[in-house]
Structures are given as C-alpha cells and as structure tokens.
C-alpha cells in the first residue's frame, strides 16, 4: 500500500470513530427524554438518584417567582403526592398555577431542584370542524 492510501485509511477510520461515536452519543441522551409522573418517581427509589423529567401541575398555594422571573419554587403536584420544586432560570410567561409543567432536574435533601422547565398550553388550541386541532385566533 502507498503512504497516501494509508493515510486516508487512517482519516476514513477516524471519521467513522467520531461519527458513530457522536450517534451512540445522541441516542442515548434521547432516550432519557421521557418524562415520569410526580407519584411514579416518588414511589421508585431508582429514579431518586439520577437526573429525571418531572410531569405534573402546579399547586396553587406555594407558588414563589422570583423577581423579573429568573427561577421560581412551587410544589409540583401529581395524583396524589406532590414534590417541592426550585428552579432556577428564565420563567415561561404561561407559567401559573394550576398549569401543567415538565421539569428536569435532581432530587437534593428532598427538593427537586430543576433546571429545565416547560409548560404545556392545552388551552392554546381547540377541536375544529372535523376534529383536527386548529389554533385559537382569540
């Protein structure tokens, strides 16, 4: 073989090192993106440990948002347990009470200290005249 072919061997087999590396990478971080109801992570001490999605709604007593919205507490509330929560980073406007979130984070001392949070907005959009979703114009 000639020194130039070796050295595209080489580039070629680094190249699919780094691509199939970066695919394992991806595909496992998108397999965590599911999300757990409130009750289930707090009956699964598995969960406890590792950095989970959080699926409930917000109570409506406990509700702190700090000022110019840059992180909040609040209990998240399931079926029938409910968790406290402390974010910290930019509030969504259709945050409030009563409204339905996700939150990513980990359990510390018993408060689920989020990072990430977002809001689901089932009001925004209603059954239109052959039961597809069109958006309110309101």
Do not use: C, N
């Given at each position: 073989?000639?020194?130039?072919?070796?050295?595209?061997?080489?580039?070629?087999?680094?190249?699919?090192?780094?691509?199939?590396y970066l695919a394992?990478?991806?595909?496992?971080?998108?397999?965590?993106?599911?999300?757990?109801?409130?009750?289930?992570?707090?009956?699964d001490a598995k969960y406890q440990t590792q950095r989970v999605r959080l699926a409930g709604t917000v109570a409506s007593d406990g509700l702190v948002c700090n000022p110019g919205r840059t992180g909040a507490q609040f209990a998240l509330q399931g079926e029938t347990k409910r968790i406290p929560v402390v974010y910290k980073g930019v509030v969504p406007d259709m945050f409030k009470a009563?409204?339905?979130?996700?939150?990513?984070?980990?359990l510390d001392n018993g408060v689920f200290r989020a990072d990430v949070l977002m809001t689901k907005c089932a009001s925004k959009y209603e059954s239109g005249s052959h039961g597809?979703?069109?958006e309110k114009t309101s």
């Open positions: 073989m000639s020194r130039t072919t070796v050295k595209y061997l080489t580039a070629g087999a680094v190249l699919l090192s780094a691509v199939t394992y990478a991806s595909m496992k971080d998108g397999w965590a993106s599911y999300h757990l109801p409130v009750d289930q992570f707090l009956s009563g409204s339905e979130v996700i939150v990513e984070g980990k597809k979703k069109q």
